[in-house]
């Protein structure tokens, strides 16, 4: 049953965090939609899509986004932008204005962070920026409260004139809870009020700005206080109380059911005189926050004695085997610490698909490695930073393979001076925030190879178009960038641009060689879809002679899935060298045919069979 036909009715659904708050984006009368995806995140907006009456729209990058959803408001509109909690370091900029200027229709901002690291290079505390931008936020525990306080959101923002923040986790985005739901109120936009001194920020405007804002401070710290969807849960054992938020809410009431808790739905601004009544009621007070200790320096400093990251971990999930040690120890049961079991999670590295184009471009990298410097970025392909290609050198944020590739070229010294510089970056991450650094880098003459690795999506968080697909969010026809073109505009030489098939591993080996060897910047695209997405065609799989494959191994440095070791030996050359060998079989029903092993078998032993491409495509 998809989201337009659950809007007939109200009633209850099993629904994932970020799909709860799609649904509550499409009920509080959202007129315009805006997110770049990114993991934890990512399906806010692609639910949100799913409704009618909404403009959901992908944005290139987190501050285009920002900027979009602040211009809708600004007529009057109410707008919601989504993002995980690194793209609040793109967005910043915008926002840091916007929360002096305010709000006309209701803005509600989505930040999702990534506690634990699943699939992030950090791992933020989101609740930073309510307190460096003076802006509400609220923390849900599940999809219900997820639901419930993105709704309250847009209220809180119209009536404070302020941006709202609702902090999300990975816990609360992707766990599935039932959610009662409503109906679609509707909100006409206002219409732009011309006031040149609420919405054009020159030092003259905004410091008079800066006094409202101050003011606002006061009324919301007032409005904490009484906030209904904080609340107190009492408990028979007082010889602790916890102060939590969010799902650490949900670890807390499975770790110590009998224990005073008193949930913050809005968690800043602290509601700083309800907790010291909540205080006065329990022994010891306990902070139990996802990862900063911000609750407990405002309390400290507000005059309290709480327990926080003294006792808990600085880390991470605070999930039960987290919380109980240190709460155990701290009344004095040693034992019932000793005796808590670790959390054993199955390992389960991450390794690229199948078949997927990013594989020839890594073989050849691995290579050329020795002599070669080699920047990475972003996406499916920071895995070749990984087993068998180890193919990467840095890797830092969207889009900064090519500026600090630009950094090696000019800080390199004699032990570099003979290497060859390559930036990798996908094509998603390119038009997010690689075109400065690729307009950087010609302007300023660097000798830089550009791997530009075109596959058609945002493949990492699943796919999404982009302005280089030619769709848009709902799938219909939109204009698509020539990237050719645009590499061209930002100042690469026509002759110094090659396209090639990943697949043709000969030609784009060869096309590196050349490149890398000529002391001025160019740019390889590739330009083959992901195999997850409905524009790849899967060819005939293979299969490995095992009559003919002599062990040489070559093909594992492919680094595809489908490749599997039968049996190792260690063989003991005339000179006393010993050599590894494998043999390997391939997965035939999840071989794509994509062609690149057999290139790599000097024997010819792997063949293509007669059996059709059985697995499904385009998931």
């Known amino acids: 049953m998809n989201a337009i036909v659950r809007a007939q009715s109200a009633t209850k659904h099993l629904m994932s965090g970020n799909e709860a708050v799609a649904r509550a984006v499409w009920e509080a009368g959202v007129k315009c939609a805006t997110a770049y995806p990114g993991t934890p995140s990512t399906e806010i907006l692609e639910n949100v ?6 403009s959901a729209q992908w944005s290139v990058n987190e501050k285009v986004s920002l900027e979009v959803a602040i211009g809708a408001s600004v007529v009057g509109a109410r707008a919601f932008c989504a993002m995980k909690h690194v793209g609040m370091n793109v967005a910043s900029d915008a926002l840091m204005s916007q929360t002096l200027a305010g709000v006309d229709g209701g803005l509600v901002i989505a930040i999702a962070d990534d506690v634990g690291l699943s699939s992030s290079q950090n791992e933020q505390d989101s609740r930073f920026w309510g307190r460096f931008g003076h802006l509400p936020i609220l923390e849900p525990a599940d999809s219900q409260e997820a639901y419930e306080m993105t709704i309250r959101a847009f209220d809180l923002s119209e009536q404070f004139n302020v941006p709202v923040i609702l902090r999300m986790t990975t816990r609360v985005c992707h766990v599935k809870t039932i959610v009662k739901v409503g109906v679609r109120k509707e909100h006409e936009a206002t219409g732009f009020e011309k006031n040149p001194e609420k919405w054009i920020m020159i030092p003259a405007y905004a410091k008079g700005l800066l006094v409202s804002q101050l003011e606002r401070d006061v009324v919301l710290a007032e409005f904490a206080e009484t906030f209904d969807l904080n609340r107190i849960e009492e408990g028979s054992d007082k010889r602790v109380g916890i102060l939590t938020s969010g799902p650490a809410y949900m670890h807390v009431k499975e770790a110590f059911p009998d224990v005073p808790v008193m949930k913050l739905a809005l ?4 509601a700083i005189e309800a907790i010291k009544s909540f ?15 911000l609750i407990e320096q405002e309390l400290k400093a507000a005059g309290l004695e709480v327990y926080g990251k003294d006792i808990m971990p600085r880390t991470g999930e605070l999930t039960p085997p987290n919380i109980m040690p240190g709460i155990y120890r701290l009344l004095g049961e040693e034992e019932k610490a000793q005796d808590v079991p670790p959390l054993k999670v199955f390992p389960r590295p991450p390794t690229m698909c ?3 184009p990013h594989l020839s471009v890594y073989y050849s990298l691995a290579k050329l490695h020795k002599k070669t410097l080699i920047a990475g970025d972003i996406g499916c392909y920071t895995l070749g930073a990984g087993h068998p290609w180890n193919a990467l050198d840095t890797v830092t944020c969207m889009g900064a393979s090519i500026g600090m590739a630009s950094g090696m070229d000019i800080g390199r010294g004699e032990a570099d001076e003979k290497k060859a510089i390559v930036a990798v970056i996908g094509d998603s991450t390119f038009l997010h925030m690689g075109m400065q650094g690729l307009l950087n880098l010609t302007y300023n003459q660097g000798n830089v190879t550009l791997l530009l690795l075109d596959n058609t999506a945002t493949g990492m968080t699943g796919g999404q178009d982009h302005a280089g697909t030619g769709r848009g969010i709902d799938g219909a026809e939109a204009p698509k960038i020539d ?3 645009l590499v061209e ?9 090659r396209e090639c098939s990943p697949y043709e591993l000969p030609v784009l080996y060869r096309a590196l060689k050349e490149e890398t060897a000529i002391n001025e910047p160019s740019v390889i695209i590739t330009n083959e879809p992901c195999v997850l997405i409905d524009d790849f065609r899967p060819s005939r799989p293979f299969t490995v002679k095992e009559e003919d494959c002599t062990g040489c191994a070559n093909c594992l440095n492919v680094g595809c899935p489908a490749i599997q070791v039968t049996r190792r030996e260690t063989e003991v050359k005339a000179n006393g060298k010993e050599v590894e060998k494998a043999w390997v079989q391939i997965e035939s029903s999840a071989c794509t045919g994509c062609d690149l092993c057999p290139k790599t078998c000097g024997p010819d032993a792997i063949v293509q069979t007669k059996l059709s491409f059985t697995l499904p495509v385009g998931g």
């Open 489 to 497: 505009a930002l100042g690469i030489k026509p002759e110094r641009i």
């Open 354 to 356: 199948v078949g997927c």
């Open 279 to 293: 205080a006065a009621t329990v022994e010891k007070l306990v902070i139990v926050e996802e990862t900063e200790p």
């Open 267 to 270: 968690t800043y601004p602290l």
């Open 49 to 54: 899509a799913l409704y009618p009456d909404v």
């Open 483 to 485: 990237f050719r073109k």
